[in-house]
């Protein structure tokens, strides 16, 4: 079951600058800044006041994906993310209905136990599943 969109992602050159200018702009700020080492990237969270969140990114290995989402597209949106209750059990049903599973299953992210599908599945926009732990 999906919840509801648990946060939209957005891919930046500099985590830093782009900090600093959705203070400025928008006056929110992150309440949680963390390196995941196994996606590649500089992440912080930026909670909206009455629920949802914005997701800063910025790629640290040249090798990771975001990195090269970087290099083709630009900075944007790069994913967004909805929270449901077991993530396990959501992408073994997604599965079953023939969509394409960047992850079998959940692993740990910003947002919690997380996993991705595959974008060629959802009409061209990366999926991220949430289950908050
Ligand atoms: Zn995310």
Do not use: W
Request: hydrophobic share 40%.
């Amino acid at each position: 079951m999906i919840k509801k969109v648990d946060h939209i992602a957005i891919v930046v050159k500099n985590l830093d600058e782009a900090l600093k200018l959705y203070d400025d702009l928008f006056g929110v700020k992150p309440t949680k800044i963390e390196t995941i080492p196994h996606q590649g990237v500089k992440a912080a969270l930026l909670p909206m006041k009455e629920g949802g969140e914005i997701e800063l990114l910025e790629p640290i290995d040249p090798q990771s994906g975001v990195a090269k989402f970087l290099e083709n597209k630009g900075e944007g949106i790069h994913h967004i993310c909805l929270e449901v209750e077991d993530v396990d059990k959501e992408l073994s049903k997604l599965g079953e209905k023939g969509a394409s599973l960047i992850d079998k299953q959940g692993r740990p992210g910003l947002a919690g136990k997380v996993g991705f599908i595959h974008p060629k599945s959802t009409k061209g926009v990366l999926f991220e599943l949430a289950q908050k732990v």
